[in-house]
Protein backbone atom coordinates (compact mmCIF):
# COMPACT_ATOMS: atom_id res chain seq x y z
CA UNK A 1 0.00 0.00 0.00
CA UNK A 2 1.50 3.63 -0.95
CA UNK A 3 1.57 4.99 2.49
CA UNK A 4 1.83 8.17 1.16
CA UNK A 5 -1.96 8.19 0.57
CA UNK A 6 -2.38 8.11 4.29
CA UNK A 7 0.37 10.29 5.64
CA UNK A 8 0.77 11.00 8.28
CA UNK A 9 -1.04 7.69 9.87
CA UNK A 10 -1.04 4.51 8.04
CA UNK A 11 -3.54 2.63 6.02
CA UNK A 12 -4.62 -1.38 5.22
CA UNK A 13 -7.13 -2.32 2.90
CA UNK A 14 -9.79 -4.64 3.69
CA UNK A 15 -12.05 -5.77 1.38
CA UNK A 16 -13.42 -2.56 0.21
CA UNK A 17 -12.57 -0.46 2.77
CA UNK A 18 -9.40 1.10 3.82
CA UNK A 19 -8.55 0.87 7.60
CA UNK A 20 -6.84 3.98 8.81
CA UNK A 21 -4.48 3.82 11.97
CA UNK A 22 -2.12 5.10 14.44
CA UNK A 23 0.05 3.24 16.59
CA UNK A 24 0.16 4.40 19.76
CA UNK A 25 2.01 2.91 22.92
CA UNK A 26 -0.86 0.53 24.03
CA UNK A 27 -0.74 -1.02 20.22
CA UNK A 28 -2.86 0.71 17.48
CA UNK A 29 -5.73 2.94 17.38
CA UNK A 30 -8.17 2.60 14.41
CA UNK A 31 -8.75 6.21 13.37
CA UNK A 32 -11.59 5.45 10.72
CA UNK A 33 -12.57 2.68 7.93
CA UNK A 34 -13.75 4.37 5.02
CA UNK A 35 -15.13 2.34 1.58
CA UNK A 36 -12.38 2.82 -1.14
CA UNK A 37 -14.67 4.70 -3.36
CA UNK A 38 -14.40 7.69 -1.18
CA UNK A 39 -11.62 10.50 -2.30
CA UNK A 40 -9.23 9.01 0.73
CA UNK A 41 -6.58 11.46 0.44
CA UNK A 42 -9.04 14.51 0.29
CA UNK A 43 -10.54 12.69 3.22
CA UNK A 44 -7.71 12.07 5.38
CA UNK A 45 -6.54 15.92 4.63
CA UNK A 46 -9.78 16.77 5.88
CA UNK A 47 -9.65 14.96 8.85
CA UNK A 48 -6.05 15.02 9.78
CA UNK A 49 -6.89 17.83 13.31
CA UNK A 50 -9.26 15.58 14.48
CA UNK A 51 -6.83 12.44 14.00
CA UNK A 52 -4.05 13.90 15.77
CA UNK A 53 -6.16 14.89 18.96
CA UNK A 54 -7.56 11.67 18.89
CA UNK A 55 -4.02 9.85 18.42
CA UNK A 56 -2.67 12.58 21.24
CA UNK A 57 -5.33 12.01 23.98
CA UNK A 58 -4.42 8.12 23.58
CA UNK A 59 -0.79 8.56 23.98
CA UNK A 60 -1.50 10.58 27.40
CA UNK A 61 -3.84 7.22 28.59
CA UNK A 62 -0.20 5.67 29.02
Known amino acids: MRQYRSAPF ?3 P ?3 HFVIYDLVPQ ?12 GIE ?3 ADLTPAFHAEVERLKRKT
Open 10 to 12: LMV
Open 14 to 16: ARQ
Open 27 to 38: GIAVLTVQHQVR
Open 42 to 44: SLI
